[in-house]
Each structure stands twice: as structure tokens, then as C-alpha cells.
């Protein structure tokens, strides 16, 4: 098995953030220091990250819905010392990361787990697994905006896929507008917006998938039931 797939495994990181544990020389393979990514771990093998030694049989999988707040970070720890939403969930007996990012300035649905194979799935672009933002936008969005952000725009180097958007409210100077993507660029709603003349002022993910947040307070979690737990398993 690949390092990076063992270390998700253990619930211990995501396998990208495996890789940057390997590539910073915070992983052990019986004793050494293991900077190769694509090592296979071996029957045997002892590996240790930041010292402490995986047992992939004591990790039992937990799901979770966050609704994350603003101000929120989704990294596990922050050099500006910003609050991140392991702050929100500290009361879970398990390691849990997030299920891709949502900025400091965006509120909404977070997944949070300690299954590094799931995590992967769901945030890998050929899956196709929608996102669901609300957001509130200056300004007008005429049907030519709309139909670019349907369509595809370049947020800077980048032309994204196509998305589905609906304006609930158009106001004189703002609007509210739902919009479905299911690629995961950094700021990418922003930048979607930016590209044809309107400024995001909120922004807040309120689906994944079939997964809603529904009346989830701001700042709770709740575990995912076998159901929904099913349903990313095989979406």
C-alpha cells in the first residue's frame, strides 16, 4: 500500500497533506526518515508520524457536518494564530481533518472525518460531486453574466467547468444567487464572480452533493447518519 493511502488510512491526514508530512521529513518507516512519496509500505513496517506510531486498527471512521462560521479556518493549525474548526470539534475522540477548504471569509457545510480514502473521493474533480453556494454579489447579473458563469470563465489561467446558477433575488445593487460547481480552486466562487463584474459580499456553502445543511446552528456539528454516510461512500 502506498505511504500516503496508509497514513489516510489511519485517519491521521488526507493523502495530499500525507505527502507534505512525508515531504517535510515527518514520517518514520522502521526507524528512518521516509522523504519518497511513493514508497509501498511493506507487512511489517512500523511507520511513525510526528513520532507517534499508526495503528491502522485502532481508527474507527467518524463523519461529521460542520457548520463552519466565519473567521474559521479549515487547516489544523494557523501561524497567524487564527481560530481553526479543530476548535469547533475538540470534543470528538478521534483525529478528524476537513473535507477540502472553505476561506476565512465563508460560512457553511464542512465535512469533517478521519477517512483519508472518502476525503480523497470527494474532493477530486472527476468525481463530479457538486457544491452548492450562496452567495450575495454587487450589482446587476445580467443573463450574458449568467450565461458566462454557466459556461465557463477564466478566473486566471483557469477556465472552469460549467455551472449551474440561479438568481433568487436580483435587487438594485446586489443579488442573491445560488450557484453549483463541483471543482474546488482556491477562492473559486469569488474569482467565478470577479471574472464577470460582480463582487462576492457573502458567501456560504449549503450543499454537498444531496448533503444540506438544513437548521444546523452556526458553530454545531452533527455526525452523519449511515444513510448520508452511504451515499458519499458511493456517489
Known amino acids: 500500500m502506498r505511504l500516503n493511502k496508509y497514513i ?3 485517519g491521521l491526514a488526507s493523502r495530499r497533506g ?3 508530512l512525508t515531504a517535510n521529513g515527518n514520517v518514520k518507516v522502521n526507524g528512518l526518515v ?3 512519496l511513493g514508497y509501498d509500505v511493506k507487512d511489517g513496517d512500523v511507520v511513525e508520524v510526528n513520532g507517534r506510531r499508526i495503528d491502522m486498527q485502532s481508527q474507527k471512521p467518524v463523519y461529521i457536518m460542520l457548520n463552519k462560521p466565519l473567521g474559521y479556518i479549515t487547516s489544523s493549525n494557523d501561524e497567524k494564530g487564527r481560530p481553526t ?3 469547533l470539534v475538540a470534543d470528538v475522540d478521534a483525529r478528524l481533518f476537513a473535507v477540502g477548504r472553505l476561506d476565512y471569509n465563508t460560512s457553511g457545510m464542512l465535512l469533517m472525518t478521519n477517512d483519508g480514502d472518502l476525503a480523497y473521493k470527494l474532493t477530486h474533480p472527476k468525481h463530479h460531486i457538486y457544491k452548492t453556494y450562496r452567495a450575495r454579489v454587487t450589482g446587476v447579473l445580467s443573463r450574458e453574466k449568467i ?4 459556461n465557463g470563465v477564466d478566473i486566471g489561467g483557469f477556465v472552469t467547468s ?3 446558477v440561479t438568481v433568487i433575488k436580483q435587487g438594485e445593487r446586489s443579488a442573491i444567487v445560488e450557484i453549483q460547481i463541483y471543482e474546488g480552486k482556491n477562492r473559486q466562487v469569488r474569482k467565478m464572480f470577479a471574472a464577470v463584474g460582480n463582487k462576492v459580499q457573502e458567501l456560504e456553502r449549503v450543499a454537498i ?3 444540506y445543511l438544513g437548521r444546523l446552528m452556526t458553530g454545531h456539528y452533527r455526525k452523519l447518519t449511515p444513510k448520508e454516510i452511504e451515499y458519499l461512500k458511493n456517489c
Open 18 to 20: 500525507a505527502d507534505e
Open 8 to 10: 489516510a488510512q489511519a
Open 147 to 150: 450565461a458566462k458563469l454557466r
Open 209 to 211: 452533493g444531496q448533503l
Open 85 to 87: 474548526v479543530q476548535n
Open 34 to 36: 521516509v522523504k519518497e
Open 162 to 164: 460549467k455551472a449551474n
